[in-house]
């Protein structure tokens, strides 16, 4: 998942990139998205090839504590002038963060990467239909549903407990969002952001010492997750930074629904995790919803 700012942007609260930017900016922004979203899956990829060893709890503890340690030197939060008002909306967030991170990571090591990421990008996908009386929106969403019947079918080989999960994640991430809306109308800048993310890493650290109290970690598991905590967090957050000053939010957003298509592909490339005709038809469907949501114009 990527972080803050790309949550900002799926609830179209992303600021728009401004009209005179040169296409030269606007490029290097389109291509910043591109290494951003590979980096991204590819990073919990990476991450998955650590769950033998540190099993999901412990892949996304370490994650947690990259995510903090990069949120928190970028923001510098100054939480000794955060009043109670603006930190019960931060404590839930840290909650909702590393619930969707366990969830998200359990799912992938139970039913692999793109059905995960495709079933938790239902989340985001919820927020920007909720509410909506267009009839495109509706289409959008039946379309959407039929990609999930599609991936969550009876079968002797379906993983429901996996599959919920990823439907956690989608929650999870949906909540998110909207707590990020509230941090952000009551904390300036992302200080909100890191301070939940560090909270979040302290909730994880019981967790961190029980991995290694269990079975010490060997060098190549840590390697994985440190990779995963900065492919997938650390550098989406800084290249959403970028981008989002030089890309219309309109095509941030479009871009981030293929997400679970790139997710697929990083499954396959590097978990050897192939999917057959039915789940790519199924991610095609989530990938059509959210992008006929974003492209037909809003009267």
Known sequence: MDTAAASASAAGTAP????????????????????????????????????????PAGVVAIRQYVAAIVLVAVARPRLRSFTARQWWPVVLLALVFGTMNLSLYTAIDRIGLGLAVTLEFLGPLAIALAG????????????????????????????????????????????????????????PGAQGSAAAAGLSALAFLPVGIFVVVRQPPTAGAVGYAIAAGIL????????????????????????????????????????????????????????????????????
């Not at 728009?16 to 591109?34: D, F, K, N, Q």
Request: proline content about 5%; hydrophobic content about 55%.
């Open 132 to 187: 909506s009386r267009r009839r495109v929106d509706a289409c959008c969403a039946l379309i959407a549903g039929l990609g999930v019947v599609a991936l969550m079918r009876p079968q002797p080989s379906a993983d429901y407990l996996g599959m919920g999960l990823g439907l956690l994640a989608a929650v999870c991430w949906a909540s998110y969002i909207l707590l990020n809306r509230t941090v952000g109308r009551r904390i």
């Open 232 to 299: 997938a967090s650390a550098v989406p957050y800084l290249a959403d930074v970028f981008t989002l000053r030089r890309v219309p939010a309109q095509v941030f957003g479009l871009f981030m629904s293929v997400n679970p298509v790139l997710a697929a592909l990083a499954g396959w490339v590097v978990l050897g995790q192939g999917l057959g005709w039915v789940e790519w038809a199924a991610i095609g469907a989530v990938v059509m919803a959210n992008a006929l949501s974003i492209l037909v114009p809003r009267r």
């Open 16 to 55: 728009a990139a401004p009209a005179s930017e040169p296409g030269g900016a606007r490029l290097a922004g389109v291509l910043t998205m591109v290494g951003c979203g590979v980096s991204n899956q590819v990073g919990a990829a990476l991450g998955s090839l650590a769950f033998p060893v540190l099993g």
